[in-house]
Protein backbone atom coordinates (compact mmCIF):
# COMPACT_ATOMS: atom_id res chain seq x y z
CA UNK A 1 0.00 0.00 0.00
CA UNK A 2 1.26 3.69 -1.12
CA UNK A 3 -0.15 6.75 0.01
CA UNK A 4 0.97 10.15 0.43
CA UNK A 5 0.16 13.63 3.15
CA UNK A 6 1.06 17.23 2.14
CA UNK A 7 -0.20 17.79 -0.89
CA UNK A 8 -2.47 20.63 0.05
CA UNK A 9 -0.14 22.83 2.04
CA UNK A 10 1.93 25.44 1.39
CA UNK A 11 5.18 24.70 3.37
CA UNK A 12 7.33 21.49 3.08
CA UNK A 13 8.13 18.15 1.39
CA UNK A 14 5.42 15.68 0.22
CA UNK A 15 5.95 12.58 2.50
CA UNK A 16 4.94 9.50 1.06
CA UNK A 17 5.19 5.77 2.68
CA UNK A 18 5.01 2.47 1.46
CA UNK A 19 4.01 -0.34 3.93
CA UNK A 20 3.78 -4.05 3.38
CA UNK A 21 1.45 -6.00 6.17
CA UNK A 22 1.81 -9.31 7.57
CA UNK A 23 -1.10 -11.04 7.38
CA UNK A 24 -0.45 -12.79 10.44
CA UNK A 25 -0.17 -9.61 12.64
CA UNK A 26 -3.12 -7.48 11.93
CA UNK A 27 -3.68 -4.53 12.98
CA UNK A 28 -6.73 -3.12 14.55
CA UNK A 29 -7.66 -0.06 13.60
CA UNK A 30 -6.72 1.31 10.39
CA UNK A 31 -8.47 4.13 8.73
CA UNK A 32 -7.75 6.85 6.61
CA UNK A 33 -5.15 8.92 8.39
CA UNK A 34 -7.38 12.03 8.16
CA UNK A 35 -9.92 10.20 10.00
CA UNK A 36 -7.86 9.90 13.22
CA UNK A 37 -6.87 11.91 16.01
CA UNK A 38 -2.88 12.32 16.33
CA UNK A 39 -2.98 10.18 19.61
CA UNK A 40 -4.75 7.10 17.24
CA UNK A 41 -2.39 7.69 14.44
CA UNK A 42 1.20 7.75 16.61
CA UNK A 43 -0.16 4.62 18.30
CA UNK A 44 -1.13 2.86 14.79
CA UNK A 45 2.16 4.42 13.39
CA UNK A 46 4.24 2.26 16.05
CA UNK A 47 1.99 -0.81 15.64
CA UNK A 48 2.49 -0.52 11.60
CA UNK A 49 6.45 -0.36 12.40
CA UNK A 50 6.58 -3.11 14.39
CA UNK A 51 4.28 -5.31 12.85
CA UNK A 52 4.69 -4.67 8.71
CA UNK A 53 6.42 -7.13 7.11
CA UNK A 54 8.42 -3.98 5.94
CA UNK A 55 7.62 -0.05 5.40
CA UNK A 56 9.60 2.42 4.29
CA UNK A 57 8.88 6.76 3.95
CA UNK A 58 10.28 9.02 1.08
CA UNK A 59 9.68 12.77 0.22
CA UNK A 60 9.68 15.38 -2.66
CA UNK A 61 11.32 18.25 -1.11
CA UNK A 62 9.52 21.97 -1.90
CA UNK A 63 12.13 22.48 -4.07
CA UNK A 64 10.91 19.68 -6.67
CA UNK A 65 7.25 20.26 -6.15
CA UNK A 66 8.27 23.86 -7.64
CA UNK A 67 10.51 22.77 -10.24
CA UNK A 68 7.95 19.45 -11.66
CA UNK A 69 4.61 20.51 -10.29
CA UNK A 70 2.57 18.34 -6.72
CA UNK A 71 1.32 15.82 -8.48
CA UNK A 72 4.72 15.10 -10.33
CA UNK A 73 6.48 15.54 -6.91
CA UNK A 74 3.91 13.08 -5.36
CA UNK A 75 4.36 10.23 -8.10
CA UNK A 76 8.42 10.65 -7.65
CA UNK A 77 8.20 10.39 -3.94
CA UNK A 78 6.47 7.54 -4.58
CA UNK A 79 8.62 5.89 -6.73
CA UNK A 80 11.38 6.65 -4.01
CA UNK A 81 9.16 4.84 -1.32
CA UNK A 82 8.33 1.20 -3.22
CA UNK A 83 12.49 1.50 -3.92
CA UNK A 84 13.30 1.75 -0.77
CA UNK A 85 11.46 -1.50 -0.09
CA UNK A 86 12.97 -2.68 -3.10
CA UNK A 87 16.56 -1.73 -1.31
CA UNK A 88 15.53 -3.51 1.95
CA UNK A 89 14.26 -6.06 0.72
CA UNK A 90 16.29 -6.89 -2.27
CA UNK A 91 13.13 -7.84 -4.33
CA UNK A 92 10.18 -5.83 -6.22
CA UNK A 93 6.94 -6.63 -4.29
CA UNK A 94 3.76 -8.84 -6.14
CA UNK A 95 1.93 -5.33 -6.73
CA UNK A 96 1.24 -1.84 -5.29
CA UNK A 97 -2.04 -0.47 -4.29
CA UNK A 98 -1.84 3.17 -5.07
CA UNK A 99 -4.26 5.66 -2.68
CA UNK A 100 -5.87 8.22 -5.50
CA UNK A 101 -6.73 8.16 -9.11
CA UNK A 102 -3.24 7.91 -10.73
CA UNK A 103 0.02 5.54 -10.18
CA UNK A 104 3.72 6.19 -10.34
CA UNK A 105 5.67 4.45 -13.16
CA UNK A 106 7.01 1.63 -11.03
CA UNK A 107 8.19 -2.17 -12.87
CA UNK A 108 5.10 -4.11 -11.25
CA UNK A 109 1.61 -4.22 -10.84
CA UNK A 110 0.03 -1.00 -9.70
CA UNK A 111 -3.71 -0.18 -9.26
CA UNK A 112 -5.47 3.13 -8.00
CA UNK A 113 -7.30 3.54 -5.74
CA UNK A 114 -9.75 5.74 -5.03
CA UNK A 115 -10.10 6.20 -1.20
CA UNK A 116 -7.70 3.66 -1.24
CA UNK A 117 -6.76 4.89 2.34
CA UNK A 118 -10.72 3.87 3.58
CA UNK A 119 -10.31 0.94 1.77
CA UNK A 120 -7.57 -1.12 1.88
CA UNK A 121 -5.56 -1.71 4.97
CA UNK A 122 -2.04 -1.22 3.54
CA UNK A 123 -3.25 1.86 1.93
CA UNK A 124 -4.55 3.04 5.29
CA UNK A 125 -1.16 1.53 7.01
CA UNK A 126 0.96 4.05 4.28
CA UNK A 127 -1.36 6.88 5.36
CA UNK A 128 -0.88 6.92 8.60
CA UNK A 129 2.86 6.45 8.71
CA UNK A 130 2.83 9.07 5.83
CA UNK A 131 1.06 11.53 7.83
CA UNK A 132 2.38 10.89 11.48
CA UNK A 133 6.24 11.23 9.69
CA UNK A 134 4.37 15.14 7.84
CA UNK A 135 2.86 16.38 10.94
CA UNK A 136 6.51 15.62 13.29
CA UNK A 137 8.26 17.90 10.13
CA UNK A 138 5.89 20.61 10.80
CA UNK A 139 6.38 20.11 14.48
CA UNK A 140 10.43 20.75 13.92
CA UNK A 141 9.87 23.43 10.98
CA UNK A 142 7.84 25.63 14.01
CA UNK A 143 10.93 25.07 16.33
CA UNK A 144 12.86 26.67 13.20
CA UNK A 145 9.89 28.90 12.08
CA UNK A 146 8.06 29.41 15.28
CA UNK A 147 6.28 33.39 13.81
CA UNK A 148 4.12 30.80 11.42
CA UNK A 149 2.36 28.41 13.73
CA UNK A 150 3.25 25.38 11.49
CA UNK A 151 2.28 23.25 14.51
CA UNK A 152 -1.03 24.98 14.77
CA UNK A 153 -2.14 24.62 10.67
CA UNK A 154 0.26 22.01 9.46
CA UNK A 155 1.45 24.14 6.94
CA UNK A 156 -2.20 24.57 5.80
CA UNK A 157 -3.44 27.86 4.02
CA UNK A 158 -5.61 28.77 7.37
CA UNK A 159 -6.29 32.65 7.62
CA UNK A 160 -3.57 32.82 10.27
CA UNK A 161 -0.70 31.08 7.58
CA UNK A 162 -1.86 33.80 4.79
CA UNK A 163 -1.48 36.51 7.69
CA UNK A 164 1.66 35.07 8.76
CA UNK A 165 2.99 34.91 5.24
CA UNK A 166 1.76 38.85 4.59
CA UNK A 167 3.70 40.22 8.14
CA UNK A 168 6.99 38.11 7.10
CA UNK A 169 7.55 36.69 3.92
CA UNK A 170 8.08 33.24 3.02
CA UNK A 171 10.37 31.20 4.75
CA UNK A 172 13.17 28.84 2.85
CA UNK A 173 10.61 25.89 2.61
CA UNK A 174 7.66 27.41 1.73
CA UNK A 175 6.24 26.20 -1.90
CA UNK A 176 7.27 29.01 -4.06
CA UNK A 177 4.84 28.13 -6.74
CA UNK A 178 1.81 28.08 -4.35
CA UNK A 179 -0.79 30.83 -4.14
CA UNK A 180 -0.49 32.96 -2.48
CA UNK A 181 3.27 32.09 -1.59
Not at 70 to 78: E, G, H
Not at 80 to 101: C, F, K, M, T, Y
Not at 151 to 177: S, W
Request: glycine share 6%; with cysteine; hydrophobic share 40%.
Amino acid sequence: GVDEAGRGPLVGTVVTAAVILDPSQPIIGLADSKKLSPKVRERLAIEIREKAIDWSIAEATAQEIDQINILQATMLAMQRAVEALVDRLGQWPSQALIDGNRCPKLPIPAQAIVKGDAKEPAISAASILAKVCRDHQMQELHQQYPQYGFNQHMGYPTEAHIEALRQFGPCREHRRTFSPV
